[in-house]
Protein backbone atom coordinates (compact mmCIF):
# COMPACT_ATOMS: atom_id res chain seq x y z
CA UNK A 1 0.00 0.00 0.00
CA UNK A 2 1.35 3.58 -0.68
CA UNK A 3 1.78 6.46 1.64
CA UNK A 4 1.03 8.54 -0.99
CA UNK A 5 -1.94 10.91 -0.45
CA UNK A 6 -4.87 10.72 -3.60
CA UNK A 7 -5.35 14.16 -5.14
CA UNK A 8 -8.94 14.37 -2.97
CA UNK A 9 -7.12 13.64 0.90
CA UNK A 10 -6.47 16.71 2.81
CA UNK A 11 -3.81 17.33 5.23
CA UNK A 12 -6.91 16.90 7.61
CA UNK A 13 -7.03 13.29 6.87
CA UNK A 14 -6.22 10.45 8.66
CA UNK A 15 -3.92 8.19 6.98
CA UNK A 16 -4.13 4.62 6.67
CA UNK A 17 -0.16 2.82 7.09
CA UNK A 18 0.69 -0.61 6.17
CA UNK A 19 3.37 -2.31 8.37
CA UNK A 20 4.28 -6.10 8.57
CA UNK A 21 1.22 -6.67 6.34
CA UNK A 22 -1.27 -4.33 8.90
CA UNK A 23 -3.45 -1.29 8.30
CA UNK A 24 -2.89 1.55 10.82
CA UNK A 25 -5.58 4.23 10.97
CA UNK A 26 -3.53 7.23 12.01
CA UNK A 27 -5.34 10.14 13.87
CA UNK A 28 -4.29 13.94 12.20
CA UNK A 29 -4.61 15.92 15.35
CA UNK A 30 -1.24 15.90 15.87
CA UNK A 31 1.03 18.03 14.57
CA UNK A 32 3.96 15.49 14.02
CA UNK A 33 0.83 13.58 11.81
CA UNK A 34 0.22 16.34 10.20
CA UNK A 35 3.68 16.83 9.22
CA UNK A 36 4.31 16.51 5.70
CA UNK A 37 7.92 15.92 3.60
CA UNK A 38 8.99 18.52 0.78
CA UNK A 39 6.94 15.86 -1.91
CA UNK A 40 3.21 16.42 0.04
CA UNK A 41 3.81 12.88 1.35
CA UNK A 42 2.92 12.74 5.20
CA UNK A 43 5.55 11.91 7.30
CA UNK A 44 6.37 7.93 9.10
CA UNK A 45 4.15 7.09 12.30
CA UNK A 46 5.99 5.63 14.94
CA UNK A 47 3.81 2.71 16.84
CA UNK A 48 5.33 1.51 19.74
CA UNK A 49 3.26 -2.02 20.87
CA UNK A 50 5.50 -2.96 24.10
CA UNK A 51 2.51 -2.33 26.34
CA UNK A 52 0.38 -3.95 24.11
CA UNK A 53 -2.14 -6.12 25.40
CA UNK A 54 -3.00 -9.12 22.90
CA UNK A 55 -6.38 -11.68 23.32
CA UNK A 56 -8.76 -13.80 21.46
CA UNK A 57 -12.09 -13.23 20.50
CA UNK A 58 -14.49 -15.32 18.57
CA UNK A 59 -17.53 -12.81 20.26
CA UNK A 60 -17.95 -9.24 19.18
CA UNK A 61 -21.22 -6.82 20.11
CA UNK A 62 -21.66 -3.30 19.27
CA UNK A 63 -23.52 -0.77 20.95
CA UNK A 64 -23.52 2.55 21.28
CA UNK A 65 -24.32 5.96 22.06
CA UNK A 66 -24.86 9.20 20.07
CA UNK A 67 -21.36 10.18 20.44
CA UNK A 68 -19.28 7.09 20.30
CA UNK A 69 -19.47 3.01 19.44
CA UNK A 70 -18.48 0.37 21.90
CA UNK A 71 -16.89 -2.27 20.39
CA UNK A 72 -17.24 -5.33 23.18
CA UNK A 73 -15.01 -8.37 22.55
CA UNK A 74 -15.08 -11.36 24.33
CA UNK A 75 -14.30 -15.92 24.02
CA UNK A 76 -17.47 -17.96 23.30
CA UNK A 77 -16.71 -20.97 24.36
CA UNK A 78 -19.88 -22.76 22.75
CA UNK A 79 -20.22 -22.26 19.44
CA UNK A 80 -22.21 -24.52 17.78
CA UNK A 81 -25.18 -23.50 20.15
CA UNK A 82 -26.79 -20.97 22.62
CA UNK A 83 -23.89 -20.26 24.98
CA UNK A 84 -24.87 -21.84 28.35
CA UNK A 85 -23.31 -19.37 30.17
CA UNK A 86 -22.58 -15.70 29.85
CA UNK A 87 -19.64 -14.73 27.54
CA UNK A 88 -16.66 -12.83 29.23
CA UNK A 89 -15.82 -9.60 27.66
CA UNK A 90 -12.22 -9.15 28.00
CA UNK A 91 -11.65 -5.97 26.11
CA UNK A 92 -13.55 -3.00 25.09
CA UNK A 93 -12.85 -0.57 22.55
CA UNK A 94 -14.66 2.91 22.94
CA UNK A 95 -13.96 5.13 19.66
CA UNK A 96 -16.11 8.11 17.99
CA UNK A 97 -17.87 7.81 14.89
CA UNK A 98 -14.77 9.31 12.85
CA UNK A 99 -12.60 7.13 14.14
CA UNK A 100 -14.55 4.21 13.53
CA UNK A 101 -15.05 4.87 10.59
CA UNK A 102 -11.75 4.79 9.65
CA UNK A 103 -11.84 1.33 11.46
CA UNK A 104 -14.22 -0.01 8.94
CA UNK A 105 -12.21 0.83 5.91
CA UNK A 106 -9.18 -0.39 7.08
CA UNK A 107 -10.52 -3.57 8.42
CA UNK A 108 -12.12 -3.67 5.12
CA UNK A 109 -9.02 -3.22 3.17
CA UNK A 110 -7.57 -6.30 4.86
CA UNK A 111 -10.64 -8.89 4.44
CA UNK A 112 -10.16 -7.94 0.78
CA UNK A 113 -6.98 -8.52 0.54
CA UNK A 114 -7.24 -12.22 2.65
CA UNK A 115 -9.99 -12.83 0.42
CA UNK A 116 -7.81 -11.97 -2.58
CA UNK A 117 -5.17 -14.63 -1.42
CA UNK A 118 -7.37 -17.27 0.44
CA UNK A 119 -10.48 -17.11 -1.69
CA UNK A 120 -13.64 -15.65 0.11
CA UNK A 121 -14.81 -16.09 3.89
CA UNK A 122 -18.07 -17.46 4.42
CA UNK A 123 -19.59 -16.07 7.48
CA UNK A 124 -22.55 -18.72 7.90
CA UNK A 125 -20.99 -21.68 10.31
CA UNK A 126 -23.25 -24.36 8.49
CA UNK A 127 -22.30 -23.05 4.98
CA UNK A 128 -19.18 -24.18 6.33
CA UNK A 129 -19.20 -27.51 7.38
CA UNK A 130 -19.34 -29.80 4.79
CA UNK A 131 -22.36 -32.27 4.66
CA UNK A 132 -21.09 -35.27 6.36
CA UNK A 133 -20.20 -33.13 9.28
CA UNK A 134 -23.16 -31.75 9.41
CA UNK A 135 -25.11 -35.29 8.74
CA UNK A 136 -23.17 -36.65 11.49
CA UNK A 137 -24.12 -33.33 14.13
CA UNK A 138 -27.58 -34.05 13.16
CA UNK A 139 -27.62 -37.29 14.51
CA UNK A 140 -25.53 -36.58 18.07
CA UNK A 141 -28.79 -33.60 18.52
Not at 45 to 68: H, I, L, M, Q, W
Not at 77 to 99: D, G, W
Request: proline content about 7%; aromatic content about 4%.
Amino acid sequence: MSNNPSENETADEPQAVEERGESTVTEPSSPAAQQRSPQGQPGQVEVSDTKAVSSYANFCRVTGTPEELIVDFGLNKNMNAEPHEPIAISQRLIVNFYTAKRLLAALHMAVQRHEAAFGVLETDVQKRIVPAARAALAGKT
